[in-house]
């Protein structure tokens, strides 16, 4: 966490990396937050690539009627790779002294956050951050916002698969995103009453899988619903049920949800968060206060310095897959 001293007259947003539900609600929070505190706001589109091009527009409380409801997010993202680079963020300083910017709210994930450490640590640009992120990947926060809707997305999905699998009695093999993080399989598969849930720390084992499914199918089960995180890239569930039927000679049908679970209007868990937190973002700038994340743990807010949110690994709850486990027999 660091502190500052300069009166604040105008702040920038943006959102950056991924989409994820509930982006919008939390640009809603800080613009409408920051015009209460008679603070010029301003729009930076596409994320660091609108920094770069100097793709800046003005926001109003009006701006942000009807957008809570929205998926997405209403000045668009993208992924800047040249931000990585020490001279590309000198360039976008300029543009943020061009248009003299006083202090930035960051919304997006991990990458994003680190472009955001990088801005405070080599231009003292005055910056705080909203987790926005499907994944549920960073470190310092129970929820990011748009995991919750992301869960349940998939879980939608998952619910009507599962009532082909019982029909057909066969096995499932759902794909959820996640790439490196298993929240979304490990939330989607407890809910979903999963027999197995493969994430990306090698949690189980095709043999394993199988034992749990010839369990089941002797205490009388005759479908079951395995889920798995994408990991690096998608299709890891035709690996897996090729491997499985290797195995077991079990024939599993493989359903992929992929990016419908970045879509879509927000759950009252994710706008909630959203708002509470893009109004904190706001507040604690007003109050000297920059560097930091804004989280939530145990239902309270706190603040988060970017170099531990980016600098540690937040890992999986392993007695939540145990949990369904249990349960699945």
């Known amino acids: 966490m660091a502190q500052f001293t ?63 409801q929205r998926g997405g997010t209403i000045l668009k993202t993208g992924r800047c790779p040249e931000f990585q680079k020490a001279e590309f963020r000198a360039k976008a300083v300029e543009t943020l002294k061009k248009h003299e910017i006083d202090a930035l709210v960051c ?43 992301a869960v349940n997305t998939a879980l939608f999905a998952i619910d009507k698969i599962r009532d082909t699998a019982d029909s057909h009695d066969r096995v499932f093999i759902v794909e959820v995103m996640g790439r490196n993080s298993g929240f979304i399989a490990t939330y989607a598969g407890l809910a979903g009453g999963a027999e197995e849930i493969f994430t990306s720390d090698g949690n189980t084992t095709v043999d394993k899988a199988v034992d749990r499914i010839r369990e089941a199918q002797k205490n009388g089960k005759r479908s079951s619903i395995i889920i798995t995180s994408e990991g690096q890239k998608p299709g890891r569930a035709y690996d897996l049920a090729e491997s499985l039927r290797k195995k077991s000679g079990l024939d599993a049908k493989v359903a992929i949800l992929g990016h419908q679970q970045r879509g879509g209007a927000p759950t009252a868990t994710d706008r909630i968060l959203a708002s509470r937190m893009g109004a904190m973002a706001v507040d604690g700038l007003m109050n000297g206060v920059c560097n930091v994340m804004i989280g939530i743990e145990k239902g309270s807010l706190v603040q988060v310095p970017f170099d531990v949110a980016t600098g540690t690994e937040k890992k999986n709850d392993p007695e939540l897959i145990s949990l369904s486990y249990r349960l699945a027999k």
């Not at 991924?18 to 930076?44: F, S, W, Y």
């Not at 405070?120 to 990947?137: A, F, L, R």
Request: glycine content about 14%; hydrophobic content about 40%; overall charge neutral.
């Open 6 to 68: 300069k009166q604040l007259k105008k702040i920038a947003v943006y959102t950056s990396g991924g989409d994820a539900p509930g982006m919008n609600a939390a640009l809603r929070a800080v613009v409408r937050t920051a015009r209460g505190h008679q603070l010029e706001v301003l729009g930076i589109l596409q994320g660091y690539i609108g920094m770069l091009e100097d793709i800046v527009k003005p926001l109003s409380v009006r701006d942000m009627a009807n957008i809570i």
């Open 107 to 149: 919304i997006g994930g991990d990458g994003s956050f680190r472009g955001a450490l990088s801005l405070w640590k080599e231009h003292q640009i005055p910056i705080t951050g909203v987790p926005g992120t499907i994944d549920n990947d960073i470190f310092g926060t129970d929820l990011t916002v748009g995991f919750d809707t």
